[in-house]
Nanobody, 114 residues
Framework: QVQLVASGGGLVQPGGSLRLSCAVAGSIFSGHTMAWYRQAPGKPREFVARITATAGTAYADSVKGRFSISRDNAKNTVYLQMNSLKPEDTAVYYC????????WGQGTQVTVSS
């Protein structure tokens, strides 16, 4: 049974930074492209960033240049470094494989507000 446990969210002022982590329990991590998604209130879930098994990355235009995705295959963990945060980044952040076919975890709330 695969479990995705996201953590690291919180309340931060505009311009601040947060680092999210997602621990992946199960044997599927190392060979898979992993991704971060987010869902703001009243909006559909959207793609944020992805990282391939060989550390190739891609980002949504809205976060390019501000967010950075990375992974540690030894720890079965994927990270999202978020800098220069804006109020519009406020959302629940989730990790999943690219395509979102694994069971969704609980996510972690990120609130950007002064």
């Amino acid at each position: 049974q695969v479990q995705l446990v996201a953590s690291g969210g919180g309340l931060v002022q505009p311009g601040g930074s947060l680092r999210l982590s997602c621990a992946v329990a199960g044997s599927i991590f190392s060979g898979h492209t992993m991704a971060w998604y987010r869902q703001a209130p009243g909006k559909p879930r959207e793609f944020v960033a992805r990282i391939t098994a060989t550390a190739g990355t891609a980002y949504a235009d809205s976060v390019k240049g501000r967010f950075s995705i990375s992974r540690d295959n030894a720890k079965n963990t994927v990270y999202l470094q978020m800098n220069s945060l804006k109020p519009e980044d406020t959302a629940v952040y989730y990790c999943n494989n690219f395509g979102g076919s694994l069971p969704w975890g609980q996510g972690t709330q990120v609130t950007v507000s002064s």
